[in-house]
């Protein structure tokens, strides 16, 4: 079998509240991704996907078990080496105003990404720019975050997040911090990138339609275990842990439309 890209092995997080009770946000927790594998993470409120999200991008220490990106493991590597892990692995956030710097324009955003290019940087950013779906590029160089609309802005962190070229995208819940209206748009542009640039994806998502749509394997979280995993189709249309029969039931399946409707409609 091919090494998994990422790896988490037996990860478990606990959180002390405030008033000094536990939560045991992610219990032991297993999960591997193939390289340009997409796999939809998907649960109710609080059942702990952040939290093993931001375990996988390093941004969090687990307490127990280990990540592995194509087989190192980052509490084993040094400063710079987990830079550059960070940068093979990039995260697309709900809100995107928040992992934008508010004083840079999109034209400083996207050079600063782009920094180990060293010519062309201009016309890289505009080729990007319009990429994303922001037309024509130059149009946005000199915009700030704020004089973009939510779409928008999460158009300029997807730029950013494929100017380093990484090889996973660990997003979570990236549509929802989008009107509804544009949703199936950046939907329709994260499969695109995953068509084109055969980057891997951990999608994080309480939208089972956007699971359908867009993952090759969905695993289901439920209060911190992963209760099941599978292709997605198996998971999704005939389920058989009762929390996810639950989670499916509650979505019109048949209704919903999936990836390739969507590019039809968008036509
Ligand atoms: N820094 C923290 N301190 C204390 N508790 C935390 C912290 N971060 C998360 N938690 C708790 O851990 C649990 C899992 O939270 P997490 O944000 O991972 O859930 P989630 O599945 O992403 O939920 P949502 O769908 O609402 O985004 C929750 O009970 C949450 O309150
Ligand atoms: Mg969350």
Same mark, same amino acid.
């Given at each position: 079998?091919?090494?998994?890209?990422? +790896?988490?092995?037996?990860?478990?997080?606990?959180?002390?509240?405030?008033? @000094?009770?536990?939560?045991?946000?992610?219990? /032991?927790?297993?999960?591997?991704?193939?390289?340009?594998? #997409? &796999?939809?993470?998907?649960?109710? /409120? @609080?059942?702990?996907?952040? #939290?093993?999200?931001?375990? +996988?991008? @390093?941004?969090?220490?687990?307490?127990?078990?280990?990540?592995?990106?194509?087989?190192?493991?980052?509490?084993?590597?040094?400063?710079?080496?987990?830079?550059?892990?960070?940068?093979?692995?990039?995260?697309?956030?709900?809100? +995107?105003?928040?992992?934008?710097?508010?004083?840079?324009?999109?034209?400083?955003?996207?050079? =600063?990404?782009?920094?180990?290019?060293?010519?062309?940087?201009? =016309?890289?950013? &505009?080729? %990007? *720019?319009?990429?994303?779906?922001?037309?024509? !590029?130059?149009?946005? %160089?000199?915009?700030?975050?704020?004089?973009?609309? !939510? @779409?928008?802005? =999460?158009?300029?962190?997807?730029?950013?997040?494929?100017?380093?070229?990484?090889?996973?995208?660990?997003?979570?819940?990236?549509? /929802?911090?989008?009107?509804?209206?544009?949703? !199936?748009?950046?939907?329709?542009?994260?499969?695109?990138?995953?068509?084109?640039?055969?980057?891997?994806?951990?999608?994080? #998502?309480?939208?089972?339609?956007?699971?359908?749509?867009?993952?090759?394997?969905?695993?289901?979280?439920?209060?911190?275990?992963?209760?099941?995993?599978?292709?997605?189709?198996?998971?999704?249309?005939?389920? #058989?842990?009762?929390?996810?029969? =639950? *989670?499916? +039931?509650?979505?019109?399946?048949?209704?919903?439309?999936?990836?390739?409707?969507?590019?039809?409609?968008?036509?």
């Amino acid at each position: 079998m091919q090494e998994p890209l990422l +790896a988490l092995d037996k990860v478990t997080k606990t959180f002390r509240r405030s008033g @000094g009770s536990i939560v045991n946000a992610v219990r /032991s927790v297993s999960l591997d991704i193939g390289p340009g594998e #997409t &796999v939809a993470l998907v649960g109710e /409120s @609080g059942s702990g996907k952040s #939290t093993l999200g931001r375990i +996988a991008l @390093g941004l969090l220490a687990p307490d127990s078990g280990r990540v592995l990106l194509a087989g190192r493991c980052l509490g084993d590597l040094s400063a710079a080496a987990l830079r550059d892990a960070r940068i093979a692995m990039q995260p697309i956030f709900q809100d +995107a105003s928040a992992s934008l710097n508010p004083r840079r324009t999109v034209r400083e955003l996207l050079a =600063q990404a782009l920094r180990h290019h060293r010519d062309s940087v201009e =016309q890289r950013s &505009v080729d %990007l *720019l319009d990429h994303v779906g922001l037309r024509p !590029g130059t149009e946005y %160089l000199l915009r700030f975050p704020h004089e973009l609309s !939510g @779409g928008q802005r =999460q158009r300029v962190a997807i730029a950013r997040a494929l100017a380093m070229e990484p090889r996973l995208i660990i997003a979570d819940e990236p549509l /929802s911090g989008a009107d509804v209206s544009i949703r !199936g748009q950046i939907l329709n542009l994260l499969i695109d990138i995953k068509e084109e640039h055969r980057v891997a994806y951990l999608m994080i #998502t309480h939208d089972i339609s956007i699971a359908r749509a867009f993952a090759d394997r969905v695993a289901v979280m439920m209060q911190g275990e992963i209760v099941e995993s599978g292709p997605a189709e198996a998971v999704l249309h005939a389920p #058989t842990h009762p929390y996810t029969k =639950q *989670l499916v +039931a509650a979505v019109p399946m048949l209704d919903a439309p999936t990836a390739r409707d969507r590019e039809i409609g968008d036509a």
